[in-house]
């Protein structure tokens, strides 16, 4: 009954906050035609955590944990034209913890036990969670994201959408932004 009402709670906290996230993100909206954007999230090293993503130092997205190369070990959001009345941001903030093969281990261990979800399996999931390495980094996007960048999605904005790519690798993190054709045109 704990366990349902913990993952119920959780679902809808969840739930909320990635709806408020994705219209306080991704707006994309300049000269009144918006864009639709998607973020896809993946990992070149050791599988992530992701834990934070805030575009200008508001609370963004968070795919949780994220392993390997797209398709298979991506994460990805996608975003409607105009979800957000903001704009495009100046700058991101990530926060991620780097699943090392020590912590994996452990991981498993925990999982394992019997007393899964009870106060104590917690506090050894947060220490757990502590000790892996934890890194930050604030990456400006507005050499990423250009105004030439959204020009070409704004000229066939039906068929096209803004796709940024954040591709961690243990320690390092980088970012690419490209215009997507995912319909074609008529």
Same mark, same amino acid.
């Given at each position: ?21 994705? %219209?306080?993100?991704? +707006?994309? /909206? ?12 993946? $990992? &070149? ?10 575009? *200008?130092?508001?609370?963004?997205? @968070? ?19 105009? *979800?957000?009345? /903001? ?11 780097? &699943? ?7 991981? #498993? ?18 220490? $757990?969670? #502590?000790? +892996? ?6 990456? *400006? ?9 959204? +020009?070409? @999605?704004? +000229? *066939?904005?039906?068929? =096209? ?5 954040? =591709? ?5 993190? !980088?970012?690419?932004? %490209? &215009?997507?054709?995912? !319909?074609?045109?008529?």
């Amino acid at each position: 009954m704990a366990q349902a009402t913990l993952w119920c709670r959780y679902s809808i906290f969840h739930t909320l906050i990635m709806g408020l996230l994705a %219209m306080l993100l991704t +707006a994309c /909206r300049v000269d009144d035609k918006p864009i639709g954007m998607s973020l896809l999230f993946q $990992s &070149a090293g050791m599988p992530v955590g992701v834990l934070r993503f805030d575009p *200008d130092g508001i609370r963004g997205p @968070v795919p949780g944990g994220v392993r390997g190369m797209s398709p298979r070990g991506g994460a990805q959001m996608s975003f409607m034209p105009g *979800d957000n009345k /903001r704009g495009m941001p100046k700058f991101v903030e990530i926060e991620w913890m780097v &699943a090392t093969e020590e912590y994996q281990k452990e991981r #498993e261990m925990l999982h394992s036990r019997n007393d899964r979800y009870s106060k104590q399996w917690m506090q050894d999931s947060d220490r $757990s969670n #502590e000790r +892996a390495p934890h890194y930050t980094k604030r990456i *400006d996007l507005t050499p990423i994201i250009t105004p030439e960048l959204i +020009a070409q @999605v704004r +000229a *066939d904005s039906q068929n =096209t959408e803004l796709k940024v790519i954040i =591709t961690f690798n243990n320690d390092d993190v !980088r970012i690419e932004a %490209m &215009a997507e054709k995912w !319909r074609r045109s008529k």
